[in-house]
């Protein structure tokens, strides 16, 4: 099973049901949780480990071990949402929208409600068709295989080619000997004096020729 620390860096702000979809209800129950720590801390910053411990015993009447547990698990959370502010403000607009639009549905105030749905649908893009990913996995690499033969390309085959490359080689040779083999020719560069670290006499001798 998967720890929870690593679910929780990932799954943190996501809906309790798609959550019911992917894990077993003890660890969306733990992730709900958490979510709810986490949420605390960053809305009181100033409490001390043996209040946040004292909060969510009575809270969620967890036991000593599991709050102080908890709450390393989200000392490690809380750097990383520093990183990710944008997810956890998406999720809490999410959370004032559909809060806005109950207590405007128990006041029965439907302007309100169709402001709230709206700006939910827009903000959650809820009218643009899920884009369709990708399959690489399924993409076959195509099989290419060196060939000489240019029929694969088609390119008619010159008739006899290598012998009639040898003869190309054999005439052109007689008219541009050198062009058939060429010999090494060391540089003629003094390559000791071109690279030469530039030195306090090297600058002063080049000052005195100037």
Known sequence: MTPIIELA???????KEELAQKYPAVQVDHLVRLRDMVTWCIAFPDMKDRQFVDEFKARYSISLVTAYA??????VLLP???????????WRYN???LETYQMAKKRKD??????A???????????IEDETSV???EIVVQPFIPTMNPTVIDIKPIPNIDERI???????SIDHPDTDNIDYEPADTNLDKLFTPITDEADQEANTQE
């Open 80 to 90: 990383g949402l520093a990183e990710t502010s944008r997810d956890y403000h998406r």
């Open 135 to 137: 399959p690489y996995d």
């Open 166 to 172: 040898r003869k190309l080689t054999h005439e052109l």
């Open 95 to 97: 959370e004032m929208i």
């Open 9 to 15: 860096k990932t799954d943190l702000y996501t809906s």
């Open 70 to 75: 908890d709450l390393k698990i989200v000392k």
């Open 110 to 115: 439907t302007k309100t409600m169709e402001r």
């Open 117 to 127: 749905a709206t700006s939910y649908a827009k903000f959650n893009r809820i009218d």
